[in-house]
T-cell receptor, first 111, second 115 residues
């Protein structure tokens, strides 16, 4: 059974701080890694994806991947109250394999 | 929004009745998926499709069937609804145009209540 683990939170950070969200996965053959943001009552929204070891930056978001440690993280710089949401980590082992989702981490940014 | 609609958006039904949920996409994506989302369980894959008439089971497929007779529509049927199928159902798509095979985009969801 392929598993993706996330701390459920809530993770509380003050406005302007860096939020760090973490995810581990069990399938060492995983190739593709995704972060989704989900506001309460809404559908998941893709915000980042990463395929290679290292960092990938997009605006205030940085995804970090370490395949040797089976670990992927999402950093949100200059956190805003509008970043308050649940963040879902998802993993796929190949181009045609459905994603396996973690249960999500709830982030609360305090103004 | 990747041109995905779901219908109905809300439904209340009774135990034992059949229910069909529809996912419609307008951008010719190859892959389509049905998930359910429940507190404490996260998103779980029910069924997915990799082409017209090509479908496969996911993690929680018991009690559900699917059909894809044309590229744009993916139907999820609860053959005889039970209270345990009360959930929020999301459709997702992936595959070009506009993204890779794995980059999934979600529809707005259907909230189903089985009494």
């Amino acid at each position: 059974q392929k598993e993706v683990e996330q701390n459920s939170g809530p993770l509380s950070v003050p406005e302007g701080a860096i939020a760090s969200l973490n995810c581990t996965y069990s399938d060492r053959g995983s190739q593709s890694f995704f972060w989704y943001r989900q506001y309460s009552g809404k559908s998941p929204e893709l915000i980042m994806f990463i395929y290679s070891n290292g960092d990938k930056e997009d605006g205030r978001f940085t995804a970090q991947l370490n395949k040797a440690s089976q670990y992927v993280s999402l950093l949100i710089r200059d956190s805003q109250p509008s970043d308050s949401a649940t963040y879902l980590c998802a993993v796929s082992s190949s181009g045609n394999t459905p994603l396996v989702f973690g249960k999500g981490t709830r982030l609360s940014v305090i103004a | 929004d990747a041109g995905i609609t779901q219908s109905p958006r809300h439904k209340v039904t009774e135990t034992g009745t059949p229910v069909t949920l529809r996912c419609h996409q307008t951008e010719n994506h190859r892959y389509m998926y049905w998930y359910r989302q429940d507190p404490g369980h996260g998103l779980r894959l029910i069924h997915y499709s990799y082409g017209v008439k090509d479908t496969d089971k996911g993690e929680v497929s018991d009690g559900y069937s699917v059909s894809r007779s044309k590229t744009e529509d993916f139907l999820l049927t609860l053959e005889s609804a039970t209270s345990s199928q009360t959930s929020v159902y999301f459709c997702a798509i992936s595959g070009p145009p506009g993204g890779g095979d794995n980059e999934q985009f979600f529809g707005p969801g259907t909230r189903l209540t089985v009494l």
